[in-house]
């Protein structure tokens, strides 16, 4: 059962403001990289950006996680964090997945184990068989090779004493293909495993010493390769090596006995195992040992809720096929080499069944090829396992009648280990989905981006997807529509996930991506396979921990940081042009340097905005207002909002109080120089402020023009110019003392003439 583990470090302490984001912890190994069942585990986890841990997920069951007590600075440091993993006695034996979270983040998942050996590490000066790391049975070694070089360890036997090794590399998602070695004190070699039946690349092999010594385990890799994701977990005790159980399945629900196949089982009794009514990922995690020996070795029944069958001698033949139930699953055994086992099945017209093998991805050796005839000998189907797939029939049967299912080795191999199962079960149209990535980071109340794809069979219409395990709060939408369906016809959809805002940063949790459906009168669901990204993150192991297929870790990272800030100058909107435009203006933040898209709103009733965005690589843009030219002279308040997507996290910046201020298209002010004395003249500047809408040429004249003033009689600002200078001469007699003058302009605007008076200036008549 999956467990959220509280870690005894504060949240708050663990975060700083405005850190750079998305720094999300990553775990690269994991020492010892198993835990121990019925007593305490101090594991390190190593890797970069772990300060600030806040806990560990694992699907390990009844598992208790703290931060490992009495080391100084433990949780605060980057490169490595210590955690004490306690377990029941009773807990199974098997790899399992783990992932850390921080203030940034979560990590992706490692695969770590449950052990009963107890745990060492490679001392790193083991390189020769003069340097080997002398060991003391039982024990498992923790190590990584080096690219062309050998780890070497060293051991004293008895006679007559049983050895297992078994190196877990590759299951454990390393990048090595580990060979392993057994070498008496002279250098010659007495057992030697690569590639082992049943385990992928990984090796094992049992050895009796004849005579008593010293002796010597070597491994490598197979192409001389190395590094620190060359990691292995060496087990050397006196243990069993199965590949399976026979029956290779139970019915959820039942108690099955099972006997154990595969080298060094011999003495292994039969075993009873009661399954659960329900089992995660429909795999039970299985342990047997020895009564006498020294750890235990590995194993997992799959369980399902069809009824089960194992196979009847003589069945090597079509007219001794063994009858088998259909839906059910049938589990046999190719006893010797060339067999063939043949089962015999009641079709009926239109009914469509899958018949699905199983042997690789269930620990078998045996390459499954199947074959299916009619009642006259005539082959109608075929399918051999190919990739990760252990064969797949998909038929529909065309008339009533027994058909026969044969079932072989593809390279006619056979022995107590080649087991194998036969699921018979009924097509329904339906879907699978998978998803990109098995975790996401997501800030406070910010926004995850989930790419689902589906694979239908026979239905073509909506598929409804949500997040299961995830609690309340979730919105599966953008900003526009609702995005968590695969539309009819379709088969992708992006999700835009937003965090409910409750979630704290350092918080995390695990979900799934299900997909529901009423295919006719059905409801059927399908949950998203997470296989793919799990293959890439574990060096291309074929057959991740099933349990972990479809889980997705969320880990909450602190607010995203502001990408942009907008900026608006006061907006002049002139009388009887109706029209201005205003710059809006983008500070990009944070490395961001894509569109932000604007909306105006709140204008004075009748003006609308013509807006586009500031583009990519732009720092501005123009704003066109238009709107009725009889708007009162007034400062209108308005608003500019700014939206941009950064890293997928949305934001939106507002300006609540732009102001729009009504003006005249054009404003005219004098300014003269000074004093003006009898009988001379002064120089006046006459000065235009205008609106675009008022570029053309304005009419200068004199309002009230005191006695004794004289100006030019015609006085034109061009079209382009915004000033004039002119005399202003007062007579011999003009009345000395105080004056004012008043300009009034004249234009058109739109072919209307408009009129528009300066401020009258106060200004002197002196004596000469």
């Not at 210590?82 to 998942?109: C, D, F, H, K």
């Not at 959809?493 to 299900?514: D, I, K, R, Y």
């Amino acid at each position: 059962m999956k467990r959220f583990i509280a870690a005894a470090l504060a949240i708050a302490s663990a975060l700083a403001a405005h850190q750079a984001w998305a720094q999300a912890p990553a775990v690269s190994d994991t020492v010892p990289s198993a835990a121990v069942p019925g007593q305490p585990t101090d594991i390190a986890l190593v890797g970069g950006n772990l300060a600030g841990a806040t806990g560990v997920w694992t699907n390990m069951p009844s598992a208790a996680i703290e931060l490992t007590p009495g080391i100084e600075g433990n949780g605060t440091k980057a490169d490595t964090v210590s955690y004490r993993v306690s377990l029941p006695p009773e807990a199974p034996l098997g790899i399992y997945g783990l992932r850390l979270a921080t203030g940034q983040g979560i990590s992706g998942l490692r695969l770590w184990m449950i052990d009963d050996l107890p745990s060492i590490q490679d001392s790193g000066a083991n390189k020769t068989v003069e340097t080997a790391q002398e060991l003391s049975l039982p024990i498992a070694v923790d190590g990584a090779c080096e690219a062309e070089s050998y780890d070497f360890y060293k051991i004293n036997a008895t006679a007559g004493q049983r050895l297992s090794v078994e190196a877990v590399a590759r299951r454990l998602g390393s990048a090595l293909d580990p060979v392993i070695r057994l070498l008496d004190a002279a250098g010659r070699e007495l057992a030697y495993s690569d590639d082992e039946a049943g385990l992928g690349a990984d090796s094992r092999f049992v050895h009796v010493f004849a005579e008593g010594g010293t002796y010597f385990i070597e491994i490598r890799d197979i192409r001389y390769q190395g590094g620190a994701n060359y990691r292995y977990r060496l087990r050397l005790g006196d243990f069993p090596l199965p590949t399976a159980p026979f029956p290779m399945g139970g019915r959820l629900g039942t108690s099955p006995k099972l006997t154990i196949t595969g080298p060094a089982v011999e003495s292994l009794a039969a075993i009873t195992v009661a399954i659960p009514a329900s089992v995660p990922g429909g795999r039970l995690p299985l342990a047997v040992k020895y009564p006498d020996g020294q750890g235990s070795a590995m194993l997992s029944l799959v369980v399902s809720p069809l009824a089960e069958q194992v196979e009847f001698e003589p069945n090597d033949a079509p007219e001794s096929a063994s009858t088998i139930a259909v839906p059910g699953a049938v589990n046999g055994r190719f006893e010797t080499a060339k067999d063939r086992d043949y089962y015999a099945i009641q079709g009926k017209a239109g009914q469509r069944f899958w018949l699905r093998g199983r042997t690789r991805s269930l620990g078998s050796p045996s390459d499954l090829f199947l074959r299916l005839y009619k009642a006259d000998g005539a082959m109608v189907a075929e399918a051999e396992d190919a990739g990760t797939d252990d064969g797949l029939i998909d038929y529909t049967f065309p008339e009533d009648g027994v058909y026969r299912l044969m079932v072989e080795d593809l390279n006619r191999r056979g022995g107590p280990e080649h087991v194998y199962r036969i699921e018979a079960e009924a097509y329904r149209p339906g879907f699978t989905l998978a998803v990109e990535a098995d975790k996401f980071d997501a800030p406070k109340a910010g926004v995850f981006v989930v790419k689902v794809t589906s694979a239908r069979r026979d239905y073509n219409g909506p598929i409804t997807l949500g997040l299961e395990g995830a609690g309340e709060g979730f919105t599966l939408a953008n900003s526009t529509l609702a995005n968590n369906v695969i539309a009819e016809g379709q088969n992708e959809v992006v999700m835009n996930v937003t965090l409910p805002s409750a979630l704290e940063p350092g918080q995390w949790l695990t979900m799934q991506v299900v997909g529901r459906a009423k295919i006719g009168e059905v409801e059927f669901a399908a949950r998203a396979s997470t296989l793919t990204p799990l293959r890439a993150a574990f060096n291309g192991l074929a057959y991740p921990p099933a349990e972990l297929d479809g889980s997705i870790g969320l880990g909450v990272s602190p607010v995203f940081p502001d990408f942009f800030q907008l900026a608006v100058d006061p907006v002049a909107f002139p009388q009887i042009a109706g029209t201005a435009t205003f710059l809006v203006k983008a500070t990009k933040l944070n490395g961001f340097d894509d569109p932000i898209a604007l909306t105006v709103d709140s204008l004075p009733p009748g003006v609308t905005a013509t807006v586009a965005p500031i583009e990519k690589g732009k720092a501005e843009v123009a704003v066109q207002l238009t709107g009725p030219g009889s708007l009162a002279e007034a400062e209108y308040p308005f608003r500019v909002t700014g939206s941009a997507t950064f890293q997928n996290q949305p934001r939106q910046v507002a300006l609540p109080a732009a102001v729009l201020r009504v003006v005249k298209p054009i404003e005219v002010a004098v300014a003269p120089a000074g004093a003006v004395a009898r009988g001379a003249a002064q120089k006046v500047k006459i000065v235009l402020t205008r609106n675009p809408a008022a570029a053309g040429a304005v009419t200068i004249a004199f309002k009230d023009l005191p006695a004794g003033l004289t100006v030019p009689a015609e006085i034109t600002i061009a079209e382009g110019q915004n000033e004039v200078e002119i005399d202003l001469a007062a007579a011999v007699d003009a009345a000395v003392g105080p004056a004012g003058l008043t300009v009034v302009a004249t234009t058109k605007i739109n072919d209307k003439p408009f009129t528009v008076e300066s401020p009258q200036v106060a200004f002197e008549i002196s004596m000469p």
